[in-house]
Nanobody, 115 residues
């Protein structure tokens, strides 16, 4: 069973930075695109960023220029560096991968940026 475990969330003041990590196990990590989603209270889950196996990246317009996704295949880990955080970035952040047609989610990590 594939497992995705996020870490790195927390409380940070507006303008601050956090780095989220997602460690994958029981999967050939390097072959798969990895994604970060987030869900704010009362809102739908939204795609924040994607990194392909070839390290191509995409970002939601709301985070472009502030967030950076990366991966370390040797560590089976994907990262999300979040800079210039805003109150509207407050959400639970989830790691996601689709592997052989099945969807896998991490348990989520809370990011809170007080207004």
């Amino acid at each position: 069973q594939v497992q995705l475990v996020e870490s790195g969330g927390g409380l940070v003041q507006s303008g601050g930075s956090l780095r989220l990590s997602c460690a994958a196990s029981r999967v050939t990590f390097s072959n798969n695109a990895m994604c970060w989603y987030r869900q704010a209270p009362g809102k739908q889950r939204e795609l924040v960023s994607t990194i392909t196996s070839g390290r191509l990246t995409t970002y939601a317009n709301s985070v472009k220029g502030r967030f950076a996704i990366s991966r370390d295949n040797a560590k089976n880990t994907v990262y999300l560096q979040m800079n210039s955080l805003k109150p509207e970035d407050t959400a639970v952040y989830y790691c996601y991968a689709q592997i052989l047609g099945s969807n896998y989610w991490g348990q989520g990590t809370q990011v809170t940026v007080p207004s």
